[in-house]
């Protein structure tokens, strides 16, 4: 896989047998942390006629599969007295439902029991053997409803979507960098109890292998607005990058921060993000305008009551955010640590012999997320005495990291070298710079190329 964007030639090139078209070349490698094997027999089956997408790629996670479970936690409220709540016997078959489809598909399960209101209550927590288990990636969703309904939009969709994708995970044998871990909560309508019993639980040494909690409370409501928790920036970003994509506007949560499972993760400051498609506040013009639905009706208007049955599900939401949530699996699971996307300039750069500084840019596009904390930086400046050199790479936000130092005893040629920066503050995306000045009189050179593997 390697792509060419044309660039554009810098500086003077006074030299005109070192004139070349400028280059940026993403090269292959980008996929390397990924491990295909055979399709696995376990989890929910993808429709026979659908194409299988390549396990590399985060896949469409199948509506139909996603309905079916909100069929099967309506059909559990509906043989449990109406609903799926705390302390009843609607919600233990529900995680009994979730559970049963996990351990099938060779999830390594976890129940984990606390007591609210005289109640016992259920966690339930689902490992994805492998990855490294101090960056784990966590998704997870209440599973109870209220006592005054089957609770389909709050939360089957969210629990369905979460469970949906973890099933994608085992149907691809996903062997991402970081260690996957769903979870399913209890609770929750009685003020977060579920969410907060396991974080409180938590041995802090586990708490900071969390890299993320991702949530997803209520992502079908059937007067839909498309809502993007403003908290962790690479999370945030990941998710409005996707919805992008659909060409789907977004808008930051503003709902009730706070309102749901996430809350007790980042209270002990764990980044957290996550998906909404509107409770009990009402639609403006404007975002029915931009979102289609009705304006001045809530987003939903079962939320909390007895008509959150399989009807009370927009199904073009629940589609797009199940989607949603593969593609923040895929991206941020295997993100930060795949190797091997290369950025690279050709374009050459004239350094003026005892002159100023100059610099020659690099756009990096189509990351998520901060910079490696082992960014490699290749450059290739032809000089004929290297000692001349001062060179910085530059950061889009402006921040230098030195590179090489001058030395009036260094007479070899040429500085090509591969220098490794802990650039793991700084945003991957934006125009990176090398910066080179020739601070002493005589021996000249040029920047012949350089790149950055991110
Ligand atoms: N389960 C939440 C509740 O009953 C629903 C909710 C309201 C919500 N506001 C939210 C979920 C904002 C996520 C974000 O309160
Ligand atoms: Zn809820
Ligand atoms: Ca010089």
């Known amino acids: 896989m390697s792509a060419r964007i044309p660039g554009t030639d810098r500086g003077p090139a006074r030299r005109s047998w070192i004139r070349r078209a400028a280059t940026v070349t993403v090269a292959a490698g980008a996929l390397a942390g990924l491990v295909v094997s055979a399709p696995g027999a376990a989890g929910a089956a993808q429709p026979a006629s659908a194409a299988r997408p390549s396990a590399l790629a985060p896949p469409d996670i199948p509506l139909a599969n996603v309905k079916a479970h909100l069929s099967q936690l309506q059909s559990i409220a509906t043989a449990n007295g109406g609903n799926r709540a705390h302390g009843r016997t609607g919600y233990k078959a529900s995680l009994d439902y979730v559970k049963g489809k996990l351990d099938a598909a060779g999830f390594t399960t976890t129940v984990q029991q606390f007591t609210s209101g005289g109640s016992t209550g259920y966690n339930l927590i689902a490992d994805w053997p492998g990855g490294d288990p101090d960056q784990v990636l966590f998704a997870g969703s209440h599973l ?52 907060r019993y396991y974080v409180n639980n938590l041995p802090s040494a586990e708490r900071s292998k969390i890299a993320g909690y991702l949530n997803f409370d209520m992502i079908g409501s059937p007067n839909p607005g498309y809502f993007v928790y403003d908290d962790d920036p690479t999370i945030e970003t990941t998710f409005k990058d996707y919805f992008a994509g659909l060409g789907v506007p977004t808008e930051i949560e503003t709902e009730g921060d706070g309102r749901s499972d996430h809350a007790p993760f980042k209270n002990v400051g764990v980044p957290v993000g996550g998906l909404f498609t509107g409770a009990d506040y009402r639609k403006t013009a404007a975002q029915a305008q931009k979102w289609g639905g009705t304006a001045g ?5 079962c939320y909390h009551s007895s008509c959150d049955t399989t009807t009370n599900i927009n199904d073009t ?58 960014l490699k930086v290749g450059v290739d400046i032809k000089h004929s005495w290297r000692g001349d050199l001062v060179v910085d790479l530059v950061a889009p936000d402006g921040t230098a990291y030195r590179l090489k130092n001058s030395s009036g005893s260094d007479s070899a040629d040429n500085v090509i070298a591969t220098y490794t920066v802990n650039a793991s503050s700084e945003a991957a995306n934006g125009t990176w710079k090398l910066k080179v000045q020739d601070i002493a009189a005589q021996d000249t050179g040029y920047i012949d190329s350089w790149k950055l593997t991110f």
């Open 144 to 195: 109870d409803s209220v006592s005054s309904g089957a609770g389909i939009n709050d939360n089957g969709s969210g629990s369905a979507a979460v469970l949906e994708t973890a099933l994608a995970v085992s149907r691809a044998n996903l062997q991402p960098a970081k260690h996957l871990r769903f979870g399913w909560w209890g609770a929750e309508e009685l003020g977060l109890v579920g969410s």
């Open 297 to 301: 009706q809530a987003f939903d208007r």
């Open 317 to 374: 939401a629940l589609d797009r955010n199940a989607d949603a949530i593969a593609h923040a699996v895929w991206t941020l699971g295997t993100g930060t640590t795949q190797p091997g996307t290369v950025f690279e300039t050709t374009a050459d750069v004239s350094i003026p012999d005892n002159g100023a500084a100059v610099t020659s840019a690099l756009e990096v596009t189509g990351r998520t997320g901060n910079a490696p904390s082992a």
